[in-house]
């Protein structure tokens, strides 16, 4: 079945940037979330990208989607202490002409140090 | 507030008890979910339903029991649990269009952290 694998960790001072790694096994997404979870709440989808394009901006996030190695990360620039959370990769599964359901990594822990 | 509630927000329970989960969405969807999401693991998926018809059910043990009377409500009915049962239980919405080009957000609830003693 589909895998997605993350780095559990990441910490970075405030003002730097913030760099979440992913990568995923099934070549038939259509499209890539990135959500987000803050303690003691649900996850909220932050961005997604289609699978036809390797790169979206929005504002201080930065998509980039490798199709060939399957890769995907998620730049945060100028990273605050309120983007301190969880961030899930979630491929779209796609069946009988549906989007299907996401599969989602372990997520990766942003600790962002005053 | 993403327009899907769960209740309650925290359950303890006995290995012999009998208890639901109750998520409603406000929002329109026509599909909803049910996922685990336990320690220093990846979000399984458990359920999913589309249309009030369950389309996907990942192997999941027989004491956990979904019902979705509606397009807008979903229950998860719990059973004679195992303490490996604990985790928090998300639901989620979606508007599921892949014909129609609609990008297929999934909005969650606040979860339901479940401990089973």
């Known amino acids: 079945g589909e895998d997605v694998e993350q780095s559990l960790f990441l910490s970075v001072r405030e003002g730097d940037s913030s760099v979440i790694n992913c990568t995923y096994t099934d070549s038939s997404s259509t499209y890539l979330y990135w959500y987000k979870q803050e303690p003691g709440a649900g996850l909220q989808l932050l961005t997604y990208i289609f699978s036809n394009m390797d790169m979206k901006q929005d504002q201080r996030l930065t998509v980039l989607l490798n199709k060939k190695d399957k890769h995907l990360s998620l730049r945060i620039a100028d990273t605050q202490t309120g983007d301190s959370a969880i961030y899930f990769c979630a491929p779209s599964m796609n069946y009988g002409g549906s989007q299907g359901n996401l599969i989602f990594g372990k997520g990766t822990k942003l600790s962002v140090k005053p | 507030e993403t327009g899907v509630t769960q209740t309650p927000r925290h359950l303890v329970m006995g290995m012999t008890n009998k208890k639901s989960l109750k998520c409603e969405q406000h929002?329109?969807?026509?599909?909803m979910y049910w996922y685990k999401q336990s320690a220093k693991k990846p979000l399984e998926l458990m359920f999913v339903y589309n249309f009030k018809e369950q389309t996907e059910n990942n192997s999941v043990p027989s004491r956990f029991s979904p019902e979705c009377p509606n397009s807008s409500h979903l229950f998860l009915h719990l059973h004679t649990l195992q303490p490996e049962d604990s985790a928090l239980y998300l639901c989620a919405s979606s508007q599921d269009g892949f014909w129609t080009g609609v990008v297929n957000e999934q909005f969650f609830g606040p979860g339901t952290r479940l401990t089973v003693l």
């Open positions: 929002l329109g969807h026509n599909a």
